[in-house]
C-alpha cells in the first residue's frame, strides 16, 4: 500500500511556526502556510491571495511554461500546468525551513502523483499512458517576500536521479486523483 500523505506539506510549516516568536518570521510562515494548504486543497483564490501583486515563478530547470510572471500568467500557470494536470496532488516533506526577514527557504523530498499521459506529454517516458506514478525528488525552493509579507513568488530547484519515477498500483492511487482522471478522461470525451 501507498503511503501518501499530503497533509506531510504542511506539517512542518505548522511546526516552525509553533516555535517562531518574531513576528516578522511568523507571518511569513502563516503565509506559507496558507499557499501549501491551497496547493494541495487546489484551492486557486487561497493561492493567489498569498500572492505579491507581480509575482516571478522560477523553475530553473523547468520549461517556460513553468516560469509564470505576474499575476495573471500566475493564474494561468495554476490553472493549466498545476491544478489542470493533477500537480496539486502531491506530498511535499520539508526536511529543513530556514527563515529570515525576507526569504523562508525550504527544502526536502517532493512526491507527485502524475497520470501516464500527462508525463508522456511532458516528456518523461513511461511504458504506460493510462497507469499512475509516483515521481520522487529532492527539492528546494527559495520563498523571497516583499515588505507586507506576501510572496514575490518561487525559485525551485530540483533533482532526481532517473530512478525517482514508480508506476502506483490501481488500488494506491488516492481518491482524489482518481477523481482528477475521471474529470479530464470526461473533458476528452
Known amino acids: 500500500m501507498l503511503d501518501f500523505d499530503q497533509t506531510k506539506t504542511y506539517t512542518a510549516i505548522e511546526a516552525k511556526l509553533a516555535k517562531t516568536t518574531n513576528p516578522r518570521h511568523r507571518l511569513l510562515l502563516e503565509r ?3 499557499h501549501a494548504k491551497g496547493e494541495v486543497a487546489g484551492d486557486l483564490e487561497a493561492v493567489l491571495g498569498t500572492l505579491a501583486p507581480n509575482p516571478v515563478y522560477r523553475t530553473w530547470n523547468g520549461p517556460p511554461a ?5 499575476m495573471e500568467d500566475v493564474r494561468k500557470f495554476y490553472v493549466e500546468e498545476v491544478f489542470g494536470k493533477g500537480r496539486h496532488i502531491f506530498e ?9 526577514d525576507d526569504t523562508i527557504i525550504t527544502e526536502g523530498i517532493m512526491r507527485i502523483i502524475t497520470w501516464g499521459r500527462d508525463a508522456r506529454e511532458s516528456g518523461i517516458p513511461v511504458d504506460d499512458a493510462e497507469a499512475c506514478y ?3 525528488v529532492r527539492i528546494l525552493i527559495v520563498w523571497p517576500f516583499d515588505a507586507d509579507g506576501y510572496l514575490l513568488g518561487e525559485e525551485g530547484y530540483s533533482a532526481s536521479n532517473g530512478a525517482g519515477l514508480e508506476k502506483i ?3 494506491d492511487v488516492p481518491r482524489n486523483f482518481k477523481d482528477y482522471i475521471r474529470s479530464r478522461q470526461a473533458i476528452a470525451a
Open 134 to 136: 509516483l515521481m520522487t
Open 66 to 70: 513553468l516560469n509564470p510572471e505576474g
Open 92 to 100: 511535499a516533506n520539508k526536511h529543513r525551513i530556514v527563515v529570515d
Open 169 to 171: 498500483a490501481p488500488e
Open 32 to 34: 506559507l502556510l496558507q
